[in-house]
């Protein structure tokens, strides 16, 4: 696939992403952190990194994330995969 039609993709599934995540409001939570941010301020996270072409616009395999150093990421992948199995998405 075309590299500018990916990066095409990315930015429509990053934005129903946070869409998807948000409340009323217009505010998600972090699912590494718990930090109440607006959607536009968010990132699309993904589990299983984007490189994995199979997974990058599974809808299971990626949520709504404050915005992130590499370093804070490294600490909080962690807490991530807890929280991806405590909201039941066992099987990506």
Not at 16 to 31: E, K, T, W
Not at 42 to 70: C, Q, T, W
Request: include cysteine.
């Amino acid at each position: 696939m075309n590299k500018d039609k990916i990066k095409q993709l990315d930015c429509i599934f990053s934005e129903y992403i946070r869409l998807r995540d948000a409340n009323r409001g217009g505010y998600v939570s972090c699912i590494s952190c718990g930090a109440r941010i607006s959607w536009k301020n968010s990132d699309a996270g993904h589990y299983v990194p984007r490189g994995n072409m199979s997974l990058r616009f599974d809808e299971k395999n990626v949520n709504a994330i404050k915005h992130y150093s590499d370093s804070e990421l490294d600490l909080l992948i962690l807490h991530y995969r807890k929280e991806v199995k405590r909201l039941k998405y066992e099987k990506l």
